[in-house]
């Protein structure tokens, strides 16, 4: 829990309240041991020195008791047993219970449970214009930008004088890049406190927003000074400078950033990343394994990093070359925070026997099949899918599955009921789907009652109904079934038609994971990766994820790669992050494919081969991988050294084009390039500017000034045209890269 910020809150709406509050001193010692800053205690701590006598009744002083309760559970994630808490303790005084509550929830970006708390103190005290600023936040957070700046207003009826509600109407037309707006805020801020840091700071993001480089720095500094000991305006500051170019002084900054607050693994990340630039390549990699120890799933840190490694790699297999190449993939193993798609027909269950079959036994089963036999039928439906002894043809293996359906295999029935929903080698008939799916879950199928489930979970051919879809997975764990206990904890972790409860989330994952349910022990893996619920552990997650790999979990296996690749809480071995990548490539996971992929592109744990490079980049694509498609169309441009044969230019277009459709930066430069030059596609300014234009706003820096040169050719409608597409731009991801 971040008592940095949650508690000055709490401190200043105290004082702001008036309120007699006079907390016991065992309610300081808990804050203590939980962490609040020594000036949160003082200030406190003078609100009643300790060892005065309390004046409280001792129902009051019970309440004390459980508001640290609700703050020391909210700090560990246990949000409906802190929210208890926080309701026993109301009796102190109940716009301050419910306000700590709120902010200690939206912290943790609890954003639904958040809005009931923060609104039950407003209604106890609708006068304290701190309420209605964090009210604002939390209906900005969740989309209501409307409602976010009517809060901050009735913020500055209440005490016009107050320059915290200017600011984030400030940060809400920055969001619009509405400067003008944003200016006006600025003035009436600084006029009411020109000393306030977050003012100064405001101001310089406006400058350089209008390309006033040195006046934003000027105004970053000055918040910077004004508080020295808040550790984001020093790497705020920091970013301006590497836009200045002034890496050193970039460096400085990041490093007192990361005194303060020094398990920022993003800081870590981009200091590496300024390090690497500066050929400091055992202080970068230094940064890495520091920004990796808390990398959870941000792709922002785990991609940056495994492009230094990366970049290592091609440097030593070729020295004096500066090749370069998207590695987000290798870096980003499959995201936790998802709602379940686990579809699964019989390819599961059929799916193993037909591997492990030798070819006179397929001819056998085929034999059987022509004859009517429902089992053989499903396993030449399976063959046909995975393209086992014949070609792959999903329309064939619909068939074959189709005859087994109509004979009331169950299994084939499940399928069938997957292949129309998703439209596999069939037109999409959802509604044909569910009907199969529900026959098949009348007559006890698992398979089918999970794949209800993940239909309403995610709105697959059906109306998105959480509670609908708890049913499914409710009645399919009532029966044992391992996958449907994992999703029930999937659904409590994100708070998906229930309260978000990692703990017991956590308690489902164990129970599915004691039935060797390689998913769950994936999951329990990452949950302990990132604190979800439980305390921190390195070890415990290592337990839990190579487990999950040894099972054969493909997700599992391309964590575990990216561990060994990166050196995250093992020795670097990049032979063995090989190793499971490669099996996690085999079972088709695209992250796995994309991770073996880089490991042949940079000879690293195995030799350098561009086509291996280009076969496994390609499976990661067509599964969806963004990264993987920017790769491979570098490697159909010949961007690599030693590449033989001439640049396959509309090859290369068509995967820059996968890549930019899915928010890659570095692929929507080159994608504006081709456009620009007519390589590979028609020429077109106007869409040429319009894909620069997205890649310098998504990290592709060097794209700037290709812009430049670009606009310099343009009419100003031209121009105007593409700046109107690229507003209206939206990332679109791969249909089948949903894990």
């Known amino acids: 829990m971040d008592f940095g910020e949650s508690t000055r809150r709490v401190e200043k709406l105290i004082g702001r309240a008036g309120v007699d509050f006079q907390p016991t001193s065992d309610y300081l010692t808990l804050l203590k041991t939980l962490g609040a800053p020594p ?137 619009e890049r509405d400067l003008k707006a944003a200016y006006e805020e600025v003035r009436e801020a600084l006029r009411v406190d020109p000393d306030s840091a977050a003012t100064h700071n405001n101001l310089g993001t406006i400058l350089l927003m209008q390309h006033d480089l040195d006046g934003g720095i000027a105004e970053l500094r000055k918040a910077v000074l004004l508080e020295p000991n808040v550790a984001f305006r020093h790497s705020g500051l920091a970013e301006a400078l590497i836009m200045k170019k002034d890496y050193e002084s970039a460096i ?27 050929h400091r390549t055992d202080q970068a990699l230094a940064e890495c394994q520091a920004a990796g120890q808390g990398a959870g799933f941000d792709d922002r840190i785990r991609n940056g990093c495994e ?61 059987r099949a022509t004859t009517g036999d429902a089992d053989a039928q499903t396993m030449v439906c399976i063959a046909y899918r995975l393209g086992r002894f014949v070609p792959q043809d999903d329309r064939q293996g619909l068939g074959w599955c189709e005859k087994a359906a109509n004979q009331n295999n169950v299994l084939a029935e499940a399928d069938v009921g997957l292949q129309y929903v998703y439209g596999l080698g069939v037109a999409r008939d959802a509604a044909r789907g569910l009907g199969w799916l529900k026959k098949a879950a009348s007559q006890g199928s698992t398979v ?25 997975y409710q009645m399919g764990a009532d029966r044992g079934d391992a996958r449907s206990e994992t999703d029930i904890g999937i659904m409590y972790l994100l708070g998906q038609g229930v309260r978000r409860d990692p703990a017991e989330a956590l308690r489902w994952f164990r129970k599915s994971a004691d039935k060797d349910y390689a998913y769950a022990d994936f999951l329990l893996g990452m949950v302990y990766q990132q604190g979800l619920g439980v305390r921190r552990d390195g070890k415990e997650s290592l337990k839990w994820i190579r487990k999950g790999a040894d099972l054969g979990d493909p997700r599992a296996q391309t964590e575990l790669g990216w561990v060994y690749a990166n050196g995250v809480g093992v020795n670097q071995d990049h032979a063995e992050a090989v190793k499971w990548y490669r099996l996690a490539a ?22 350098r081969d561009y086509s291996e490079a280009e076969k496994w980049f390609r499976v990661a694509a067509e599964g969806g991988h963004g990264d993987a498609a920017y790769n491979l169309a570098l ?51 106007v869409s040429a500017y319009e894909w620069m234009l997205l890649a310098s706003q998504h990290g592709a820096e060097w794209c700037v000034q290709e812009l430049r040169k670009l606009e310099t050719g343009m009419t100003p409608d031209q121009v105007d045209e593409a700046k109107r597409r690229a507003a209206a731009w939206k990332p679109q991801p791969h249909p089948g890269f949903s894990y």
Request: charged fraction near 20%; charge should be negative; proline fraction near 7%.
């Open 39 to 175: 000036a949160f205690l003082d200030a406190i701590g003078r609100l009643r020195p300790t060892g005065t006598p309390s004046t409280y009744s001792p129902d009051q002083e019970t309440g004390f008791g459980h508001l640290s309760a609700c703050l020391t559970l909210a700090s560990k994630g246990q949000f409906p047993d802190a929210e208890r808490e926080c309701q026993a303790a109301t009796n102190i005084e109940p716009s301050i219970t419910y306000f700590a509550f709120a902010d200690v929830l939206s912290r943790e970006r609890n954003y639904e449970a958040a809005l009931p708390a923060v609104r039950s103190s407003e209604r106890a005290d609708p006068s304290i214009p701190d309420t209605h600023i964090l009210l604002g936040l939390v209906l900005a957070e969740r989309g209501d930008k409307r409602g976010a700046k009517k809060e901050y207003r009735k913020a500055i009826q209440l005490d016009p004088d107050y320059d915290s509600p200017y600011n984030n109407l400030v940060a809400l037309a920055l969001q």
């Open 252 to 278: 400085a900054e990041y490093q007192q950033a990361l005194a303060l607050e020094p398990r920022q693994a993003v800081w870590h990340a981009k200091l590496a990343s300024i390090l690497w630039q500066l």
């Open 307 to 367: 492009k230094i490694h990366q970049q290592v790699g091609l440097s030593a297999s070729q020295p004096g070359t500066a090749a370069s190449a998207s590695s987000g993939g290798a870096a980003t193993p499959t995201p936790l925070l998802r709602l379940p798609l686990a579809l699964a027909g019989a390819g599961g269950e059929v799916a193993l026997k037909v591997q492990a079959m030798k070819p006179e036994e397929f001819a056998a089963a085929q034999e």
């Open 448 to 472: 089918a009652i999970g794949n209800l489930g993940a239909v309403y979970a995610n709105g697959l051919g059906a109306p998105l109904d959480y509670a609908e879809a708890m049913k499914w």
């Open 586 to 607: 085999e079972q088709g996971d695209p992250r796995g494919a994309y991770g073996l992929g880089v490991r042949y592109l940079t000879g690293q744990g195995l030799d």
């Open 635 to 685: 490697l159909h441009a010949r961007h690599f050294p030693g590449q033989a044969g001439p640049p396959d230019e509309a090859q290369a277009a068509k995967y820059f084009r996968m890549a930019a459709d899915q928010g890659i930066g570095d692929g929507q430069c080159y994608l504006g390039k081709l456009y620009a030059d007519g390589r590979g596609l028609t020429k077109d300014s």
